[in-house]
């Protein structure tokens, strides 16, 4: 196999493909990128066993054919640092050489023949398609709520994909707090719901993360992968085999109280707050009623405390409320758009995040039992 690379268009599909290795695998295959060349183009494959993907690389003529593994930690970091803005690679009896100019450097490949088959969605059954940025947003703000590790019962590291009614929905839930996120798509067959792992779904995120928004996203799926194809990648995600809770009993209309409020305002006022409680409790105190003060309130022994007030167009029952501070942040984070709109059902209820007078987003959030005294105790 021979290859001419353009360094700088080549290093943007690498560093794609790399990142679907299994650098922590102790099978040493798992971490190294196939190369499959042929005068029909070049294409780059990886996978840890629990995500897959294969894209075109960019940026490469092929010289003569073949199929080479490049360890990801030398070559691919040689790659990157190599000289000039073009080399070749040429590769012969498990040897890889690169040639820049006059410089010349040999390393070991991994054996082909170990490599696994990948899973494709050759076979696959349509699900949906949208645009990469729809789906992009949607995964953003519907996937933040799960368990970052790999929890029991299953669902609390996963994320729910059900399409209905020409919508697809994203949910998550670490069993204190729910995300939802839903937009506008082309579903392709039957109304269904398939559950992934988390990992595997910000992987997507980074994967399609330098793909153009108004790319066209299909996603396909099998009794055991989840298949996301745009034109130059297809990446796939093994299915949890688990049931997510029936979610919709959480999402109540019940409300007493609520505000609406400048978006960056809210986070600034709140990342200051934080600063005070982030070792201690993390618990930070609403006090609002109509006409539209939010008075906010965080202290924490041996450190201090925290009072902000801030504008808003509040309504409903006044109420005195306290949350976690790094949960409500990462809602408001996650929350595409300029203004947030909270509902409140009473100082024992829950609160729901969400854009204006829409539906397309909604984060659920249990509030933090105020101390007797902290009940009592009026916010100056």
């Known amino acids: 196999m021979k290859l001419l690379v353009d360094k700088t268009k080549f290093l943007k599909s690498w560093a794609l493909a790399e990142r679907g290795a299994g650098h922590r695998s102790t099978i040493s295959v798992l971490s190294g990128v196939k190369c499959e060349a042929s005068l029909e183009g070049v294409f780059l494959k990886a996978t840890d066993l629990k995500t897959s993907i294969t894209c075109a690389a960019d940026g490469v003529e092929t010289l003569s054919d073949g199929n080479v593994i490049f360890p990801v930690k030398i070559i691919g970091e040689f790659f990157k640092k190599v000289s000039g803005e073009s080399f070749t690679i040429e590769v012969e009896k498990g ?77 998550s839930t670490d069993g204190r707090r729910l995300s939802l996120s839903q937009g506008v798509v082309q579903v392709e067959g039957e109304p269904d719901q398939v559950l992934l792992p988390l990992a595997g779904l910000r992987e997507l995120q980074r994967a399609i993360a330098s793909v153009e928004s108004e790319e066209e996203i299909r996603v396909i799926k099998d009794d055991s992968q989840v298949y996301f194809l745009t034109e130059k990648m297809e990446f796939s995600v093994r299915r949890v085999e688990s049931r997510f809770p029936p979610y919709e009993k959480v999402l109540l209309s019940d409300r007493t109280s609520w505000f609406t409020i400048d978006r960056g305002i809210f986070i600034e006022a709140l990342e200051r707050v934080e600063v005070v409680v982030r070792d201690f409790s993390r618990m930070v105190v609403f006090d609002f009623s109509p006409g539209g003060i939010l008075k906010i309130q965080a202290k924490a022994p041996e450190v201090g405390e925290a009072f902000e007030e801030i504008s808003g167009e509040c309504d409903g029952e006044p109420l005195k409320i306290a949350f976690n501070v790094k949960y409500l942040l990462e809602g408001l984070r996650a929350l595409h758009g300029t203004v947030a709109h909270l509902s409140f059902n009473g100082p024992n209820g829950q609160m729901t995040l969400s854009r204006p007078r829409e539906d397309s987003f909604m984060y659920v959030l249990m509030p933090i039992t105020l101390p007797e005294e902290d009940s009592a105790e009026v916010i100056a």
């Open 95 to 171: 040897k890889a050489t690169i040639i820049s100019g006059k410089s010349v450097y040999s390393f070991s490949t991994y054996p082909v023949s170990e490599f696994p088959k990948l899973p494709t969605a050759e076979n696959g059954q349509p699900f949906f398609k949208t645009s990469v940025g729809d789906l992009r947003r949607i995964l953003e703000e519907g996937t933040f709520s799960g368990s970052p590790g790999e929890e029991f019962p299953q669902y609390l590291s996963a994320g729910l994909i059900q399409t209905d009614g020409g919508k697809v929905r994203v949910v």
